[in-house]
């Protein structure tokens, strides 16, 4: 079938709108006809050459995406065409050791490990195979993903929505949840109130933190950042000392949104006596973190997370019923909404700063 797709075909370029070849789902597969997409930092690392999964090309970006399943291949049984889908970054196979220990963002199975390498091929341009970011390939009007990437959820949720929560709300809020388990009462902070930092702020709020502190060196976000829940704001210049005037000792739990190594070190240094940071940006490869470890020694703790170390078929179903109880703002995270035409555009407004999320609808 013939499809309409943005093509990355040289770094540092705009992406190119081509008619491209995408196949029938094979066994295990499902064609998903995508209705919104949101644009990420990732994606930008992919144009400038600076992600590790993109290095050949063509290639066709886009992975938060939801969608309407447009055909099933043999053996699908968990969905049917019609059903409205998020599509996962990771599809779990419930198998491997990472898994049965419920670690099922580190699955080591085959069909996160493909899609990690651009996914089965299931897309030509000019009779020339053409990868997708982690399998997915949502810069385009229809993706072939494996079953266990699709996340049914209620036709009432609009899908422009609900594409948020498969990258940037559910590492945000996931971090908060699942790797930090912030407690009722717990005082955090969140550097960088971007896209995924809001979303730690909406974690925090949703966790019962009663002081969330925002940093940012861009006022406008965190104006957005009051909006979304933070208590008290700080444009970023020394965090230890001005977190220290806010809350004396430190705060309980500190996120970096950033993934600057820089910024890391002074989060980290931000914390109290048995404080943790956690790591939510994606940082850039081969650099080191400065830490003080004495300030270890007070038992702080420094940790990771990819993709707030989500369970897929358990935290977007979830996550999407907050939304829908008014508990959760997603709306309020989607600065615009462009068609597939507009991607250039897209991407020059994310990498302004001048957005919280674009969405590409279809």
């Not at 965090?239 to 806010?246: A, G, M, S, T, Y």
């Given at each position: 079938m013939l499809m309409r797709a943005a093509v990355l075909t040289g770094f540092h370029a705009p992406m190119e709108i081509r008619e491209v070849e995408i196949a029938d789902p094979g066994p295990g597969e499902v064609r998903v006809q995508i209705k919104a997409s949101g644009v990420c930092g990732s994606d930008l690392k992919a144009i400038d050459g600076k992600s590790p999964v993109v290095r050949e090309l063509p290639f066709i970006l886009g992975h938060e995406s939801a969608g309407v399943v447009e055909s099933v291949g043999a053996g699908v049984t968990g969905v049917r065409?019609?059903?409205?889908?998020?599509?996962?970054?990771?599809?779990?196979?419930?198998?491997?050791r990472h898994c049965g220990a419920g670690r099922f963002h580190l699955c080591s199975g085959p069909v996160r490990l493909q899609a990690i390498m651009g996914g089965a091929p299931r897309i030509t341009l000019d009779g020339r195979e053409t990868r997708r970011f982690i399998g997915i390939g949502s810069f385009a009007e229809y993706a072939v993903v494996a079953e266990a990437m699709c996340v049914k959820i209620a036709k009432n949720a609009p899908l422009d929505a609900m594409c948020l929560l498969a990258c940037g709300v559910v590492t945000g809020i996931g971090a908060v949840m699942n790797v930090?388990?912030?407690?009722?009462?717990?005082?955090?902070?969140?550097?960088?109130?971007?896209?995924?930092?809001?979303?730690?702020?909406?974690?925090?709020?949703?966790a019962g933190a009663t002081t969330i502190i925002a940093a940012d060196v861009a006022e406008q976000k965190l104006k957005l950042a009051e909006r979304f829940g933070a208590t008290?704001?700080?444009?970023?210049?020394?965090?230890?000392?001005?977190?220290?005037?806010?809350?004396?000792g430190g705060v309980d739990y500190a996120f970096d949104a950033t993934g600057a190594p820089g910024v890391l070190s002074r989060a980290f240094a931000a914390t109290r006596s048995g404080g943790t940071t956690v790591m939510v940006g994606s940082p850039p490869q081969g650099q080191a973190v400065e830490v003080d470890p004495g300030l270890l020694f007070a038992s702080r703790r420094l940790m990771g997370t990819q993709g707030g170390d989500a369970a897929p078929h358990r935290d977007l179903p979830m996550l999407a019923e907050q939304y829908l109880r008014g508990r959760l703002d997603l709306d309020g995270l989607i600065s615009e909404r462009l068609p597939l035409d507009r991607i250039n555009d897209a991407v020059a407004h994310v990498r302004e700063g001048s957005v919280a999320r674009t969405v590409i609808t279809f």
């Open positions: 065409p019609g059903d409205h889908v998020i599509i996962s970054m990771n599809g779990p196979c419930g198998r491997c930090a388990e912030v407690p009722p009462g717990a005082r955090v902070l969140v550097v960088g109130c971007g896209g995924v930092g809001l979303n730690v702020i909406q974690g925090a709020v949703l008290h704001t700080l444009v970023a210049d020394d965090l230890p000392r001005q977190v220290d005037e806010l809350v004396k």
